[in-house]
């Protein structure tokens, strides 16, 4: 299983980056999947994750109506559409799979029920 992020970078404020997270070595359609990020001196949370059922997703408070996640199981692709970027959205981003659980229509809300983790990317929003 790997997964590898992409798509981070410098960005003002009010600016906009699109990640991405290649996947391997699993049936990427079958699994919920997610967004991490860390920012330094705080914990790992989610951002947004999206389910393998039905494309239901999850989004923290702190996002909800400016990032849009979603996925192209035909490229084993997850993606961020990140807009309206704030200096607090700083952090290193990370994609990561819940392995557990086959076509389920909720993803999980923590990083507890994810199993495999990507290497991250920075983002970096300057005011």
């Known amino acids: 299983v790997q997964l590898q992020a992409y798509g981070g970078g410098l960005v003002q404020a009010g600016g906009s980056l699109r990640l991405s997270c290649a996947a391997s070595?699993?049936?990427?359609?079958?699994?919920?999947i997610g967004w991490f990020r860390q920012a330094p001196g705080k914990e790992r949370e989610v951002v947004s994750c999206i389910s393998s059922y039905d494309d239901s997703t999850y989004y923290t408070e702190a996002v909800k109506g400016r990032f849009t996640i979603s996925r192209d199981n035909a490229k084993d692709t997850l993606y961020l559409q990140m807009n309206s970027l704030k200096p607090e959205d700083t952090a290193v981003y990370s994609c990561?799979?819940?392995?557990?659980?086959?076509?389920?229509?909720?993803?999980?809300?923590?990083?507890?029920?994810?199993?495999?983790w990507g290497q991250g990317t920075l983002v970096t929003v300057s005011s």
């Open positions: 990561a799979v819940d392995l557990t659980r086959f076509v389920n229509s909720w993803c999980p809300r923590d990083p507890e029920g994810y199993d495999r």
């Open positions: 070595g699993f049936n990427f359609g079958d699994h919920n």
